[in-house]
């Protein structure tokens, strides 16, 4: 694969929104946690795919989980 595919995908990637019933199946929690974790402001916000449904961009998960795995080791 040469770089400018690999780059695309990469990109692509970054860009991809999945629905609440696969991060929570990807971050390992139950949809409940994700619920709560929202309510509480301890989650990113998701953006609005519809009038009754919603998404996250995985780029901002995964800045999230960064800065929570960064405070839980300077701890």
């Not at 795919?49 to 998404?55: A, D, E, F, S, T």
């Amino acid at each position: 694969m040469n770089n400018l595919a690999q780059n695309t995908i990469e990109i692509v990637s970054k860009l991809r929104i999945v629905r609440a019933a696969e991060l929570a199946k990807l971050l390992g929690i139950s949809s409940t946690s994700l619920w709560r974790w929202r309510q509480n402001g301890a989650f990113p916000q998701p953006i609005a795919l519809g009038p009754r449904m919603v998404g996250w961009k995985i780029i901002d998960i995964e800045a999230w989980l960064d800065a929570n795995r960064c405070e839980r080791y300077a701890a």
